[in-house]
């Protein structure tokens, strides 16, 4: 069965510091992955995507993720933390009929000045 | 493209009522989908829908809970004689579906539930 499993469901860093959120994930098929944020009150947003074509992918925000499969991992990251990131961030994957998203717990982001 | 809307955004309600959510989809998507999130917990699958057909249903949506999509365009989500425990945030999202697996759901701003 699908899972996917957020390390860390707090992460706090700097302004200007790297930001990186971890990422493992359990598919019995190529798996199909997606980072969300979703800030106070509102819906999730869609920041990437990873569909096979490539295992670095590029999002909005200045946010990537690398597609590890030997690590079975879907890291994402930012090279420098700006304070309108913090935000909560859920890791996602389609189940194997592709008919739901299965999403972690979330981590939350906080950005200090 | 509006995109997805919610409604309402907030419903407070007494345990034992009847409630109702409405979800409206970008308007071109044929798949639409129901999620409830708690506090602390990412998303969980509901229900979804592609076009009028409700497809498939999670073990999450008992008896008490009722969704259509009459037309194959809004959808609406009713829980029946409600119980503290389906205090949370009901999202709605929808896709295009065209034979491809990794077409991404937009989400709605959701409707968070209390029920007291």
């Known amino acids: 069965a699908q899972s996917v499993t957020q390390l860390g469901s707090h992460v706090s860093v700097s302004e200007g510091a790297l930001v990186l959120l971890r990422c493992n994930y359990s598919?019995?098929?190529?798996?199909?992955l997606f980072w969300y944020v979703q800030y106070p009150n509102q819906g999730l947003q869609l920041l990437l995507k990873y569909t096979s074509a490539a295992t670095l992918v590029k999002g909005i925000n200045g946010f990537e993720a690398e597609f590890k499969k030997s690590e079975t991992s879907f890291h994402l990251t930012k090279p420098s933390a700006h304070m309108s990131d913090a935000a909560e961030y859920f890791c996602a994957v389609y189940n194997q009929a592709g008919t739901a998203l299965i999403f972690g717990k979330g981590t939350t982001l906080s950005v200090s000045s | 493209d509006t995109g997805v809307s919610q409604d309402p955004r907030h419903k407070i309600t007494k345990r034992g009522q009847n409630v109702t959510f409405r979800c409206d989809p970008i308007s071109e998507h044929n798949r639409l989908y129901w999620y409830r999130q708690t506090l602390g917990q990412g998303p969980e699958f509901l229900t979804y829908?592609?076009?009028?057909?409700?497809?498939?249903k999670s073990r999450l949506l008992s008896d008490r809970f009722s969704a259509e999509r009459p037309k194959g365009s809004f959808s609406t989500l009713e829980i029946q004689r409600t119980e503290q425990g389906d205090s949370a945030m009901y999202l709605c999202a929808s896709s295009l579906r065209q034979g491809r697996l990794d077409n991404e759901q937009f989400f709605g701003p959701g409707t968070r539930l209390t029920v007291l």
């Open positions: 829908f592609q076009n009028e057909a409700q497809l498939e």
């Open positions: 598919s019995s098929v190529p798996p199909y």
